[in-house]
């Protein structure tokens, strides 16, 4: 079974949804912690109907698993386009999070492996808080491979097409 991550950055809507019917996504949830961007495309509305006219479903659990945290006092250290780690290790102990990442692991084991794909707007997995919530799915589902796909063919770091997180 793999879990696919992609983030947007500043691809167009097009190339994005491309990406995710190339690889037979069946569903994209999005753990941006709040469904917007400064690309108007990217925001919510637009991007699931969007997805959803491919035939791929949208789910929205930012709420639970967003990398802005509900803390003030750590909410005071996050920075967008940051990754701080020590947000990271305070989402990850939350209730909400664990909740999200259940619910998250419901949604790619039902049915025998739905092809899922978690979404967010950093495009380098090493740079968001999408990373620590795929390890916490691969974590909960035995043999769990988790795919890299890169919206922008362009940047720096990127493998191929694919690029696997260990």
């Known amino acids: 079974m793999i879990l696919y991550t992609a983030g ?4 167009e809507l097009s190339d994005f949804v491309d990406l995710m019917t190339s690889h037979a996504i069946e569903l994209v949830v999005d ?3 709040k469904p917007r961007s400064r690309l ?5 509305v637009p991007l699931e109907a969007a997805i959803e006219a491919a035939g791929i479903r949208y789910r929205f659990l930012g709420e639970r ?3 802005m945290p509900q803390d003030q006092a750590m909410r005071d250290r996050w920075r ?3 990754l701080d780690p020590i947000i ?7 209730e909400e999070w664990q909740d999200g990442i259940a619910e998250l692991v419901r949604l790619i084991t039902r049915g025998g492996g739905t092809s899922v794909c ?3 707007s950093e495009a ?3 740079e968001c808080h999408r990373k620590a919530v795929a390890l916490d799915a691969a974590e909960a589902i035995d043999g769990l491979e988790i795919v890299h796909l890169a919206v922008n063919k362009s940047v720096p770091w990127e493998v191929g097409v694919q690029e696997v997180m260990m």
């Open 88 to 94: 990271v290790g305070h989402l990850r102990a939350t």
């Open 80 to 82: 967008q386009g940051h």
């Open 31 to 33: 753990v941006r912690s």
């Open 124 to 126: 380098n997995p090493d």
């Open 118 to 120: 978690i979404m967010c």
């Open 65 to 67: 698993l967003g990398g």
């Open 40 to 44: 108007p495309h990217f925001d919510q």
């Open 8 to 11: 947007h950055s500043t691809a």
